[in-house]
């Protein structure tokens, strides 16, 4: 009999070291419920690289400045420009930041692990010598910065800001970048008592709004739209200036939240709306007949955001009903989206597609998840059913980022490959996966 009890134990023991592996191998996805004791932790050994930023105030929106540092950088350490706009309590106190980052170390957990055993007698400098840097010029900015993009015209780096105040800004960056590189100028340009002014304003927009994209197929050309429908179209002119064309395209019944160019066709941009309707237009038509295709319930609720794909007849939306749809332009009048993925439990606050990969796209959302997905991705119906471990998502999720609060918007770098840089309430995240 004692044989027998010490048997009996050994097979309850085995049978719990198994229920404990089983339970360690379990697939977290963001909603399930955690224990008190638990807590979620940053797995680095997804990442290939992963960093943090605070910038004081939050800057809900940013866009990558172009350099001339290389096309497709994946050396690293990496240098990355960004211009970002804060969204300080107190009106008076907000700016338009130039940004550089530099020495966005790669991630290396073997690497990290060897420096742990090292000899506590290596310097300070050295590790200091290891860690990101941030050099930030700002340019002082009349009320909260609702949305900020930039451009390339001729030499120049240009930023579109939309103001709560329901004025657009055109901004020359020239000084702060060339203060963010040099330490000379950027001693002086910290003394100067006057901040650079805007090379432009509008104030013809009877309120405020989010919506802006600046052409990347006519320089100089910008759109913006405002929370009254209305679309106004921005032309340069000899001398610096631009035209704001008075008559708005205006087919919207309510606040226009996105806009974005066709990458392929220059007189074509799209829109999205309050009113959960997607809409085509021709710059070419008188406005008031411009609106060539609408799809007027694309969502159940607001839609929020929307993003044009570089190589594909495909529009990506993103709403306040959680869903993420695409939309093929050679299907558009049929008004269904060819794909809808409900994954985000909140909000959609951004979508972008891979600068060169035309199935992969990034969404973010209120929820606090920043998401990759791949169009191309079947799922394999054989390997499900033989992992009942396997995570109820779509196959075509490939990556599930948290640990920010809020993230209000995300942009891949076109020019540091599978990079991305994300901001929210809580700062800034730089990263690139091992998915993508």
């Not at 800057?59 to 990355?80: A, Q």
Request: hydrophobic fraction near 35%; glycine fraction near 6%; include cysteine.
């Amino acid at each position: 009999m004692d044989c027998t009890d010490d048997e009996s134990d050994t097979s309850d023991d085995t049978d719990n070291e198994k229920d404990e592996d089983n339970m360690g191998d379990k697939v977290y996805v963001p909603g399930e419920p955690m224990a008190d004791d638990e807590e979620l932790v940053c797995d680095d050994t997804a990442y290939v690289m992963y960093h943090q930023m605070q910038t004081g105030a939050p800057c809900l929106s940013f866009d990558v400045l172009h350099d001339s540092l290389g096309e497709t950088r994946e050396e690293y350490p990496l240098t990355m420009y960004l211009v970002a706009g804060s969204q300080a309590e107190r009106a008076h106190v907000n700016n338009v930041i130039v940004m550089k980052l530099s020495n966005l170390t790669k991630n290396s957990v073997k690497e990290k692990e060897e420096k742990e055993e090292e000899s506590d007698n290596e310097s300070d400098a050295e590790d200091d010598d290891e860690k990101p840097e941030l050099e930030a010029a700002m340019i002082r900015h009349t009320g909260s910065i609702n949305r900020i993009r930039c451009t390339c015209i001729g030499e120049r780096q240009i930023a579109a800001t939309w103001s709560e105040q329901g004025k657009v800004y055109l901004w020359d960056l020239s000084r702060p970048l060339q203060a963010v590189n040099d330490s000379q100028v950027m001693a002086a340009y910290t003394r100067e008592q006057e901040s650079p002014a805007a090379i432009f304003k509008f104030a013809g927009h009877q309120t405020e709004g989010f919506a802006m994209d600046w052409s990347p197929l006519s320089q100089g050309n910008l759109l913006t739209g405002d929370c009254m429908k209305h679309i106004h179209l921005w032309t340069p002119q000899e001398g610096g200036s631009w035209h704001v064309d008075q008559k708005s395209f205006s087919a919207h019944t309510a606040s226009v939240e996105d806009i974005q160019w066709s990458p392929n066709e220059a007189n074509v941009f799209a829109s999205c709306s309050v009113d959960k309707s997607l809409r085509i237009w021709d710059t070419r038509v008188t406005p008031s007949k411009a609106c060539m295709l609408t799809i007027p319930d694309a969502h159940d609720r607001d839609i929020n955001v929307i993003s044009w794909n570089r190589t594909e007849p495909f529009i990506v939306s993103g709403g306040d009903d959680g869903c993420i749809k695409i939309w093929d332009l050679r299907q558009f009048q049929s008004g269904q989206a060819v794909a809808v993925f409900k994954h985000h439990t909140s909000p959609i606050t951004s979508v972008q597609w891979h600068p060169t990969d035309s199935t992969v796209f990034a969404a973010a959302g209120s929820d606090d998840q920043l998401t990759l997905w791949d169009l191309s991705v079947e799922r394999d119906s054989e390997a499900a059913d033989k992992d009942n471990n396997e995570p109820s998502v779509p196959p075509q999720l490939l990556f599930i980022h948290q640990g920010q609060k809020d993230i209000k918007e995300l942009h891949w770098h076109k020019q540091c490959t599978g990079s991305i840089i994300s901001t929210a309430h809580s700062g800034f995240n730089i990263f690139r996966t091992i998915s993508v």
